[in-house]
């Protein structure tokens, strides 16, 4: 396949700016490149304006975030994207107002985490969480993982408040050694309850990243730019009509 005809990723960005570079930075790292032109033609609307998610699903007074998320993928799809991304776990609350918005394939980052823990740990059967309080609202990851006998562990009101302002102070751009040792305080809770690994479910975190965690993670955006990837540069093995299948990382792979 030459360069020319490979397959262009548009993205649904801003939820958080931060999030979006890195999930950009991720893909770089990982395509193997020689020169400008081996790397992966990604279309990006890094758009913050999006209607808050924390305002809509955990208050439960805010803005639909649907119909503005689902004009981006039009916008994406009109400007030559062949697939859509969404870098935010929460936002795939939103998913099928996207995926009815458009033709092209919307790949979903909830399923190929979840695919990536069955994979990788099979014999796990509680997964910890690092993740807003929307994603447990939600039930995002639970009604999957619900279907494969396992159970998530959540920490306790205090280090759950503790990791929600985590994540405030990196939307806010206030990545400090502080907050390192408080998310490794979070994840050390988690240890404590039995739990083995965990799934950095927000990619705030992940653009926080942690390569010295205690316990062994699974970091979604990893799992989404690692997909990406895979699906641009071999896309007879991982074709779009499907789901691009379970990329194998195990350990902490915040990398």
Known sequence: MTQKNEKVAGIIGGMGPEATVDLMQRIIRLTPAMDDKDHIRCIVDNN?????????????????PGPVMADMGRRL??????????????????????????KIPVINMIDLVVNQVKADFARETHIGMLASPAVAITKLYTRRFDTLGMTEVWPDKE??????????QVKAGGITLDLHRQYAQVCDHLKDQGVGVAIVACTELSALGGNDLPLDTIDASQVLAEAIVRMVKHPSEYPLTGHPGSSRISGNNNR
Do not use: M
Not at 87 to 95: D, G, K, S
Not at 159 to 168: G, K, V
């Open 48 to 64: 913050p304006k999006v209607p808050s998610r924390i305002k809509a699903i955990i208050e439960g007074n805010g803005e639909d």
């Open 159 to 168: 280090h759950q408040d503790r990791l929600f302002n985590i994540i405030r």
């Open 77 to 102: 799809e009109a400007w030559g994207a062949d697939f859509l991304v969404i870098p935010c776990n929460t936002a795939h609350f939103y998913y099928d107002a996207v995926q009815e918005a458009v």
